[in-house]
């Protein structure tokens, strides 16, 4: 089972939005849940399932429910969903007074490894105690980058944060929102690939067809497979594999 954190410091910058494409991406080849660590619940949202946690998220990870019990079914083969509901936004103080608390996350996963191949966490903003646990759980995060200038002073504490975690997972960044009648933007796809560590030159266009997901309530590649933006999603999901795979190759150190 392979864990994929799509996380940022910041928020509004596509997290949710890759996340539940990509989640569908993998899904297509394999057995994908996709956890909605944020309490706004939009990636459950977006994959039109019920926000509802018996018990709340706190009986999750005191191990006190299942995972399996929350899990909920998409109207995609292979695809599941761990939804948020309310009870997420005391995750962080729930997790504060656990024992292991940048682990609870992965102690929970641990009890669904053999029922899925991979999982996306789709993670809330800020480098708070649940995005600890998502990047201390993942095997590579996924950073979508805006090119603003606020967006990108938070690609190096995004940096700082996986780099001071305990797994130091290899990052994957992405430009997200891309307008190229901003010279901003168009000067960002240039540069940027060169000057920060684990970028890749893909580039999700910022459009109406993905605003569209919310009212769609499905993945871009189901409503409108043949789009530049499906076509991005798509190819980030086939260099999230080479990277893990390449990462596999690695002994640790
Ligand atoms: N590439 C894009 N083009 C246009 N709108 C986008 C794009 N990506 C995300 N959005 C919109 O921006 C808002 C924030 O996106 P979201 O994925 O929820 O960000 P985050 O999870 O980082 O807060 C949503 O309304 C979403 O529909
Ligand atoms: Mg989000």
């Not at 954190?5 to 993998?26: C, D, F, I, P, R």
């Not at 105690?129 to 201390?136: G, H, I, P, W």
């Not at 590579?140 to 002073?153: A, E, H, N, Q, T």
């Amino acid at each position: 089972m392979k864990v994929i954190a799509v996380y940022s410091t910041k928020g509004g910058v596509g997290k949710t939005t890759a996340a539940v494409n990509l989640a569908w991406e993998a899904s297509r080849d394999f057995r994908v849940l996709l956890w909605d660590l944020d309490p706004q619940g939009a990636a459950t949202y977006l994959l039109n399932v019920k926000p509802k946690v018996k018990g709340g998220v706190e009986a999750l990870v005191a191990k006190k429910a299942s995972l399996g019990s929350a899990i909920r079914r998409t109207t995609f083969a292979r695809l599941d969903v761990l939804p948020a509901d309310a009870s997420y936004s005391a995750l962080d103080l729930v997790l504060d007074h656990a024992k292991n608390s940048t682990g609870r996350v992965r102690a929970a996963l641990d009890t669904v490894r053999s029922d899925y191949d991979v999982v996306l966490l789709d993670c809330p903003p800020g480098s708070s105690l649940v995005a600890e646990n998502a990047v201390s759980a993942a095997d590579l995060v996924v950073l979508p980058i805006v090119p603003s200038p606020l967006s990108l002073r938070s690609v190096d504490q995004v940096h700082e944060f996986v780099a001071s975690s305990e797994g130091k997972p290899p990052l994957l960044a992405f430009l997200s929102m891309v307008d190229r009648r901003k010279a901003l933007h168009r000067d960002a796809v240039i540069s940027l690939p060169r000057a920060v560590a684990g970028m890749t030159n893909i580039v999700v266009p910022g459009t109406v067809l993905i605003e569209k997901m919310g009212i769609e309530r499905r993945p871009i590649g189901v409503y409108a497979p043949n789009t530049a933006a499906a076509h991005a999603f798509a190819e980030l999901w086939v260099r999230i594999q080479s990277t893990a795979k390449a990462r596999q190759r690695k002994p640790k150190n």
